[in-house]
């Protein structure tokens, strides 16, 4: 009976051999315990079956044969498909995560099946040597630094088999701390004995790895801060040129990923470009928006123009599969690949606008900061945002909804109900604003030209009131750029003038070896202007001696110039490119006699004369408000000045101007020049 119970035992271990060697179950089994995905075995594994064998640990080796009275084998295939899913979406975010472990239930012999107590003892322990990396796994988990993972390979003799998840793990906990953090625990990390052995193990075994513990271990090495010019990141990128054909969609997305954040080398480069041309081999294969979309991230904006171009048809061949989280990301992938695709655009606004509701302030951020990027303009969206940004304005913080009046004012869309819940908010309580807040919303503010209608001095007393408890500790440049803005809208700060107006402040600002000197120049060159040309309680000091700054470039309007010349039907009675005060400058003059309401040549003028003097500016889009005809702040001043010189300003909004046929200009150039209420209301 021992005999045959001998010769029983020994053909099942054969079979089991067999099994491990030959069963694409058991290495799909073996991967999954690892990386929580499935997939074909790597062609490098059956090159080296040896070598496979000394790098599998005793539980990727168990046997999937099943007795009658065991249970069956384990492995939670949804949760592998959801663990895919989740780290091709964590690519769209702005740090990739890293592979989950899988639980793979171990099978087990049941008790007393062996007969023999040689055979029990053996079982034994083996039983022992399948648990160790069981428990290696479990202690990983526990770890909350990357000093616990390198103290704990120390104390397993099969940590080097696993030293890919030690990588991974080690970036894991790293990747959320803040940067003096890092900074610590890299320098330990580094410092720590374990960590070379480590590094070393990764070399030798990176031709036998999986290919996804090959692709996150070098991402995992980059991220951890290795200089990229030791060996160990030389050899990983090596090592991914050779087999880069094996690679999966998620394991190009991840190398692509981690190259974006690479010094230019030879080997970076030369991966890049076989990404490239992998990737265009692939895309009319790939029917995954999410994987698309993966690449996209990764290739960036150095992929060629053909590629950006493939990749664009390819999204909008699925276009009806996007989506709102696939939408929503498309705006800030596309900013980063640098390519503006405004069909995808139109269709990821659509899609976004329908489901507004609840979206994220973090992407609703990032949608606007990309259209700046993109220079992407949809006045749609842009009100839609706007509108919903308004009705969830008391959940949010300072910082968040001063973060999107900036973004708001960068794409110069004007949020109107957003600005005026906001200034409500701080003339009620000034102090919520840090410093730096300040400065963002009076350039906010002041560059969209907006102050609420019902409380416009009272928040920019509330303002100056913020401005003046800073003033001790305020830099130049941001007090500059404050006592600006202020003028802008017309206000003119006291306390915040005297210190600025400070021979030592003005030299600093426009000192030989400071920066940005000329934006400096600019900016108290228009205060200059303001002091001169407002009412204002303020006198200004001798110490503001700025010099002019060099004339602009005249702009030539011809088809205004046309349509004048067509109404008035002599050049004589209009000037074009006439020189103001402070470096203005008017697009065209006209000359009126108030009494009589025509229009009158320039010498003809005298002292006795009811003089009209009309001044036409055109406005390109960029100084109006987006998806309106307010003007923005700077045009808002100088309309301002023209008018206490004495103007009447006729403004012409220049884009729209293009698009009338010549009767409805001449009719509109009419209807401002000669209109009855204009001229009534000039006296």
């Given at each position: 009976?021992?005999?045959?119970?001998?010769?029983?035992?020994?053909?099942?271990?054969?079979?089991?051999?067999?099994?491990?060697?030959?069963s694409?179950?058991?290495?799909?089994?073996?991967r999954a315990?690892?990386?929580?995905v499935d997939?074909?075995?790597?062609a490098a594994?059956s090159?080296?079956?040896?070598?496979l064998?000394s790098?599998?640990?005793?539980?990727?080796?168990?046997?999937?044969?099943?007795?009658?009275?065991?249970?069956?084998?384990?492995?939670?295939?949804d949760?592998?498909?959801a663990?895919?899913?989740?780290?091709?979406?964590?690519?769209?975010?702005?740090?990739?995560?890293?592979?989950?472990?899988m639980?793979?239930?171990?099978?087990?012999?049941?008790?007393?099946f062996?007969?023999?107590?040689?055979?029990?003892?053996?079982?034994a322990?083996?039983?022992?040597?399948?648990?160790?990396?069981?428990?290696?796994?479990?202690?990983l988990q526990?770890c909350?630094?990357?000093?616990?993972?390198?103290?704990?390979?120390?104390?397993f003799?099969?940590?080097?088999?696993?030293?890919?998840?030690?990588l991974a793990?080690?970036?894991?906990?790293?990747k959320?701390l803040?940067?003096?953090?890092?900074?610590?625990?890299?320098?330990?990390?580094?410092?720590?004995?374990?960590?070379?052995q480590?590094?070393?193990?990764?070399?030798?075994?990176?031709?036998?790895?999986?290919?996804?513990?090959?692709?996150y271990?070098?991402?995992?090495?980059?991220?951890l801060?290795?200089?990229?010019?030791?060996?160990?990141?030389q050899?990983?990128?090596?090592?991914?040129?050779?087999?880069l054909n094996?690679?999966?969609?998620?394991c190009l997305?991840?190398v692509?990923?981690?190259?974006q954040g690479?010094?230019?080398?030879?080997?970076?480069?030369?991966?890049?470009v076989?990404?490239?041309?992998?990737?265009?081999?692939?895309?009319?294969k790939?029917?995954n928006?999410?994987?698309?979309?993966?690449?996209?991230?990764?290739?960036g904006k150095?992929?060629?123009?053909k590629l950006?171009?493939?990749l664009?048809n390819?999204?909008?061949?699925?276009?009806?599969q996007?989506?709102?989280p696939?939408?929503?990301?498309?705006?800030?992938?596309?900013a980063?690949m640098?390519?503006?695709?405004?069909?995808?655009?139109?269709?990821?606004?659509?899609?976004?606008?329908?489901?507004?509701?609840?979206?994220?302030?973090?992407?609703?951020?990032?949608?606007?900061?990309?259209?700046?990027?993109?220079?992407?303009?949809?006045?749609?969206?842009?009100?839609a945002?706007?509108?919903y940004?308004?009705?969830?304005?008391?959940?949010?913080?300072?910082?968040?909804?001063?973060?999107?009046l900036?973004?708001?004012?960068?794409v110069g869309?004007?949020?109107v109900?957003?600005?005026?819940?906001?200034?409500?908010?701080?003339t009620?309580?000034?102090?919520?604003?840090?410093?730096?807040d300040?400065v963002t919303?009076?350039?906010?503010?002041?560059?969209?030209?907006?102050?609420?209608k019902?409380?416009?001095?009272?928040f920019?007393?509330?303002l100056?009131?913020?401005?003046d408890?800073y003033?001790?500790?305020?830099?130049?440049?941001?007090?500059?750029?404050?006592v600006?803005?202020?003028?802008?809208?017309?206000?003119?700060p006291?306390?915040?003038?005297?210190?600025?107006?400070?021979d030592e402040t003005?030299?600093?600002?426009?000192?030989a070896?400071g920066q940005?000197?000329?934006q400096?120049?600019?900016?108290?060159?228009?205060?200059?202007a303001?002091?001169?040309?407002d009412?204002?309680?303020f006198?200004?000091?001798?110490?503001?001696s700025?010099?002019?700054?060099p004339?602009?470039?005249?702009f030539?309007?011809?088809?205004?110039?046309?349509?004048?010349l067509?109404l008035?039907?002599?050049?004589s009675?209009?000037?074009a490119?006439?020189?103001?005060?402070?470096?203005f400058?008017?697009?065209?003059?006209?000359?009126?006699?108030a009494?009589?309401?025509?229009?009158?040549?320039?010498?003809?003028?005298?002292?006795k004369?009811?003089?009209?003097?009309?001044?036409?500016?055109?406005?390109?889009?960029?100084?109006?408000?987006?998806?309106?005809k307010?003007?923005r702040g700077?045009?808002?001043?100088?309309?301002?000045?023209?008018?206490?010189?004495?103007?009447?300003?006729?403004?012409?909004?220049?884009?729209?101007?293009?698009?009338l046929?010549?009767?409805?200009?001449?009719?509109?150039?009419?209807?401002?020049i000669?209109?009855?209420?204009?001229?009534?209301?000039?006296?």
């Amino acid at each position: 009976m021992n005999k045959n119970l001998d010769c029983f035992l020994r053909t099942v271990r054969q079979l089991q051999a067999c099994h491990y060697a030959q069963s694409p179950f058991s290495r799909t089994t073996r991967r999954a315990f690892a990386l929580g995905v499935d997939g074909p075995k790597s062609a490098a594994h059956s090159i080296y079956p040896r070598r496979l064998l000394s790098y599998a640990s005793p539980c990727r080796l168990q046997s999937s044969v099943r007795f009658f009275s065991q249970g069956t084998l384990s492995i939670n295939t949804d949760s592998t498909s959801a663990n895919e899913q989740k780290t091709a979406d964590a690519l769209l975010d702005d740090h990739v995560q890293g592979p989950d472990l899988m639980t793979v239930a171990p099978t087990q012999l049941p008790s007393g099946f062996l007969g023999s107590p040689k055979e029990v003892r053996s079982t034994a322990e083996e039983k022992d040597e399948e648990n160790m990396p069981q428990q290696f796994f479990k202690d990983l988990q526990k770890c909350t630094s990357p000093s616990d993972v390198l103290d704990l390979a120390s104390k397993f003799p099969d940590a080097p088999k696993y030293a890919s998840n030690c990588l991974a793990t080690m970036w894991t906990l790293t990747k959320k701390l803040s940067e003096d953090q890092k900074h610590y625990e890299r320098r330990l990390m580094f410092e720590h004995p374990q960590f070379s052995q480590v590094c070393q193990c990764v070399m030798q075994e990176a031709k036998y790895m999986w290919r996804d513990d090959l692709a996150y271990s070098l991402l995992a090495v980059v991220k951890l801060g290795v200089p990229q010019n030791t060996r160990l990141v030389q050899t990983l990128l090596r090592v991914c040129q050779e087999r880069l054909n094996e690679f999966d969609d998620r394991c190009l997305s991840v190398v692509a990923n981690t190259l974006q954040g690479m010094e230019k080398s030879k080997n970076v480069e030369a991966l890049q470009v076989g990404l490239q041309l992998l990737v265009e081999q692939r895309i009319p294969k790939i029917s995954n928006v999410l994987m698309l979309q993966n690449m996209m991230k990764g290739l960036g904006k150095d992929a060629p123009l053909k590629l950006k171009t493939k990749l664009e048809n390819k999204i909008l061949y699925h276009i009806d599969q996007l989506t709102v989280p696939n939408a929503q990301h498309m705006f800030t992938l596309l900013a980063e690949m640098n390519y503006r695709s405004v069909p995808i655009l139109n269709a990821c606004s659509n899609k976004i606008i329908e489901n507004i509701s609840g979206t994220p302030f973090r992407r609703l951020l990032n949608i606007l900061r990309s259209c700046k990027d993109l220079l992407y303009r949809n006045s749609k969206l842009c009100s839609a945002i706007a509108d919903y940004a308004a009705s969830v304005f008391y959940m949010w913080d300072t910082k968040q909804v001063v973060l999107f009046l900036s973004a708001f004012e960068n794409v110069g869309f004007r949020p109107v109900d957003l600005m005026d819940a906001f200034a409500e908010k701080v003339t009620s309580d000034p102090e919520c604003l840090s410093m730096k807040d300040l400065v963002t919303v009076l350039r906010a503010y002041s560059s969209l030209n907006h102050t609420p209608k019902s409380q416009n001095q009272e928040f920019l007393e509330a303002l100056n009131s913020v401005l003046d408890k800073y003033l001790p500790k305020i830099s130049d440049v941001d007090l500059l750029k404050a006592v600006y803005s202020f003028c802008i809208l017309g206000y003119f700060p006291q306390s915040a003038l005297k210190q600025l107006l400070v021979d030592e402040t003005l030299h600093s600002l426009v000192a030989a070896d400071g920066q940005n000197i000329e934006q400096n120049e600019v900016m108290l060159h228009t205060i200059n202007a303001c002091l001169n040309l407002d009412r204002n309680c303020f006198t200004k000091p001798a110490a503001l001696s700025v010099k002019e700054l060099p004339s602009t470039p005249a702009f030539s309007f011809p088809d205004v110039k046309e349509v004048l010349l067509s109404l008035l039907g002599d050049e004589s009675l209009f000037r074009a490119n006439v020189p103001v005060v402070h470096g203005f400058s008017l697009d065209f003059e006209i000359l009126m006699d108030a009494e009589k309401g025509i229009v009158i040549p320039n010498a003809e003028v005298t002292d006795k004369s009811d003089i009209q003097r009309i001044a036409v500016l055109c406005a390109p889009a960029s100084a109006l408000c987006f998806a309106s005809k307010h003007s923005r702040g700077r045009l808002a001043m100088r309309m301002r000045h023209l008018r206490l010189l004495g103007y009447r300003v006729i403004l012409v909004h220049y884009q729209e101007f293009q698009k009338l046929k010549k009767d409805e200009a001449v009719e509109f150039l009419k209807g401002e020049i000669f209109s009855t209420e204009t001229h009534l209301d000039s006296h």
